[in-house]
């Protein structure tokens, strides 16, 4: 059974690169990083310089432990104490800093596409405010001129699956599903089209979004071990 990592592995390796003679190898085995991340952060090529961690202070390493690192480059360092897993069980839902710029145009899509979703709903489901959905629903949002409605299962705001469940239970709260089963539709008509469509869209959209970000992170670790190897043909 592998052994627990770090709390936070790229401070935390931030900090022996800094603080210690460790090999790369030996920290990025114990931070559960690749060892050109390791070597991008003793070349300061990483596209953020991270504030160390100490792993002492946190008890996950001991003095003893690093100095026993450095005496034996083979040596591979023992977690002292695994980190405490944080879980998240209550409060609004956390999104990624990355991600928080594209929250309008999914508060946008969702009021166009589906009204009958409550403000509450919308709030809890993209982890905003209420002030911000009645400012974009009114059209006096700071940026309303830069907003464009866009799914926010393709935005990464939501699942799929949390986005329907907030679509039935605002349905069925407005009483939509008895008046659709109060009048029956056929399988052919031009709504059932239009739900196919929108369907496929999404679905494509959500594959182009993954098969991009997996180029993306395959062409930046290759760009990484390509400065890596031209360094060391350098220094040869």
Request: proline share 6%.
């Amino acid at each position: 059974m592998a052994q627990p990592t770090p709390l936070m592995p790229h401070a935390t390796a931030t900090w022996l690169v800094d603080n210690t003679s460790l090999s790369f190898t030996q920290i990025a085995d114990f931070c559960g990083l690749h060892i050109l991340e390791v070597q991008a952060m003793a070349d300061d090529l990483a596209g953020s310089k991270y504030t160390g961690r100490d792993p002492i202070h946190s008890g996950e390493l001991t003095q003893e432990e690093i100095e026993r690192g450095q005496a034996d480059p083979g040596y591979a360092l023992k977690m002292q104490r695994a980190p405490v897993e944080v879980t998240r069980t209550k409060g609004p839902r956390y999104t990624p800093v990355s991600k928080r710029q594209d929250k309008p145009d999914g508060i946008a899509w969702i009021l166009r596409n589906h009204p009958e979703i409550s403000d509450a709903q919308i709030s809890k489901l993209i982890g905003t405010t209420r002030n911000t959905i009645t400012a974009i629903r009114e059209r006096s949002h700071w940026n309303i001129q830069n907003i464009q409605p866009k799914d926010p299962v393709t935005l990464g705001l939501c699942s799929q699956r949390e986005l329907d469940a907030v679509v039935a239970k605002a349905a069925k709260k407005a009483g939509t599903e008895e008046a659709e089963a109060a009048a029956p539709f056929d399988s052919g008509t031009d709504r059932d089209k239009l739900i196919a469509e929108l369907r496929a869209e999404r679905e494509a959209n959500e594959k182009a979004a993954a098969e991009a970000a997996q180029e993306a992170e395959a062409a930046a670790w290759l760009e990484a071990r390509r400065a890596a190897e031209n360094e060391g043909d350098e220094q040869l």
